[in-house]
Each structure stands twice: as structure tokens, then as C-alpha cells.
């Protein structure tokens, strides 16, 4: 089955700066990957989502790069701002195979003011 | 984005009780939910594919009968879990399974706090 690696597991950054979390995954044919922001005692929000026939897809702050030969998708947020402050999750999944989402282990990400 | 409901957002039992949790697909039909658990600073586990009208598809070591899962209508599956004991504590997320429009979205609910005593 599918497995999803996150990194880092925890990441500080000051207000304004960039933040990168990375995953790679290992089932070549997943094709969809999406990543969720998960506040403390809520459940996960949906903050933007890739496809396998793109490479890139950007939403105001945030952005994914999906590299398939490599098998691995990065989530970047600019300028941060301390509510930014969460714990971030990627995942994949088949979507002709029901889209049953694997989820790497999580990013706690700090934007210290 | 579209809306996922789950209710309660919180409860506490005795050991041995059974204890139900609803999921709603607020403004979609969802021919698809999906049962997570997560323990403190983990990630979500599934638990098991609820299909409206069929039977769930549960995940490998989660026992169906403790776990019973329903999905009665296109907006509604519901978790009971049954002779609930300490172990049984946890947060329980649902997710629901959005294809309108010809894209393939899951929406997640806001979770149920669920602790045994």
C-alpha cells in the first residue's frame, strides 16, 4: 500500500519568513495530493490541493510543486503570519481507487511575531 | 469549500456504554465518508469507508463490531462505538467524499472528542 513521508516534523519560522514542508510518497500511480491545515481541537481544513497532470498550483500565499519521476510534493507558504501557526498534513491517494487518502505524520509549523 | 457537520463535538461515558456519532454533508451528497482516529500529536488513522446503502469497508485491525458504521442517506453516516472503554478515548474525524463538478474533494468534519471513564 501506499506510504507518505512528511519532514520536518516540526518547524519554526519568524513572521514574514517562507516555510517549506516536504513528502514523498511511494505508490507511482497516486494521483492526487492534497494538504490539509489542522488547528488545535478542530479537524482538518483543506488549504489546496494538486493534481498529477500539473506540476505546480499556487493559491495567494500558499503554493505545491508535485515532482512524479521523483515521487515527492512540497507545500510553501510566503510570508507568513502567526496564523499560520498549525499543524499541516499532506497526503496522497488513487483517485480511480475511491480516493482513500494516506496521510504523512505532520507538520507542527510556529510563526513566531 | 463545502461543509462537513459532526455531532456531538464532545462527550463523556461510562465504560461499558455505546456511544454515537453523527457526520453530515452540510451542502453536498456524499456517496462517501470516511471514519478517522487521532491519538495527541498524531496523524489521522482510518478507520473504515462508509458507502451510502452498502456495507463499510473497514481497515485492517479495526474490529467491525465494536466500530458499527451506518450510512443511512447521502448526507449522513453515524459511528457507534460500542461497550466503549478507556482505550476507546480518542478523537474521532469524519470526512465526506465531494464529486460534484467533476473533481474528487474530501471535506473534513470538525471531530468528536470522545472520553471514557
Known amino acids: 500500500g501506499e506510504n507518505v513521508e512528511q519532514h520536518p516534523s516540526t518547524l519554526s519560522v519568524q513572521e514574514g519568513d517562507s516555510a517549506v514542508i516536504k513528502c514523498t510518497y511511494s505508490d507511482s500511480a497516486s494521483n492526487y495530493f492534497p494538504w490539509y491545515k489542522q488547528e488545535l481541537g478542530k479537524g482538518p481544513q483543506l488549504i489546496i490541493d494538486?493534481?498529477?497532470?500539473?506540476g505546480e498550483k499556487k493559491d495567494q500565499r500558499i503554493a505545491v510543486t508535485l515532482n512524479k519521476t521523483a515521487k515527492h510534493f512540497s507545500l510553501h507558504i510566503t510570508e507568513t503570519q502567526p496564523e499560520d501557526s498549525a499543524v499541516y498534513f499532506c497526503?496522497?491517494?488513487?483517485?480511480?481507487?475511491?480516493?482513500?487518502?494516506?496521510f504523512g505524520g505532520g507538520t507542527r509549523v510556529l510563526v513566531k511575531p | 469549500g463545502a461543509v462537513v457537520s459532526q455531532h456531538p463535538s464532545r462527550v463523556i461515558c461510562k465504560s461499558g456504554t455505546s456511544v454515537k456519532i453523527e457526520c453530515r454533508s452540510l451542502?453536498?451528497?456524499?456517496?462517501?465518508m470516511f471514519w478517522y482516529r487521532q491519538f495527541p500529536k498524531q496523524s489521522l488513522m482510518l478507520m473504515a469507508t462508509s458507502n451510502e446503502g452498502s456495507k463499510a469497508t473497514y481497515e485492517q485491525g479495526v474490529e467491525k463490531d465494536k466500530f458499527l458504521i451506518n450510512h443511512a442517506s447521502l448526507t449522513l453516516s453515524t459511528l457507534t462505538v460500542t461497550s466503549a472503554h478507556p482505550e476507546d478515548s480518542s478523537f474521532y474525524i469524519c470526512?465526506?467524499?465531494?464529486?460534484?463538478?467533476?473533481?474528487?474533494?474530501?471535506?473534513f468534519g470538525p471531530g468528536t472528542r470522545l472520553t471514557v471513564l
Open positions: 497526503a496522497a491517494s488513487l483517485e480511480a481507487a475511491g480516493n482513500k487518502l494516506t
Open positions: 470526512s465526506a467524499r465531494d464529486l460534484a463538478g467533476g473533481r474528487d474533494t474530501q471535506y
Open positions: 494538486i493534481r498529477s497532470n500539473v
Open positions: 451542502d453536498f451528497q456524499a456517496t462517501t
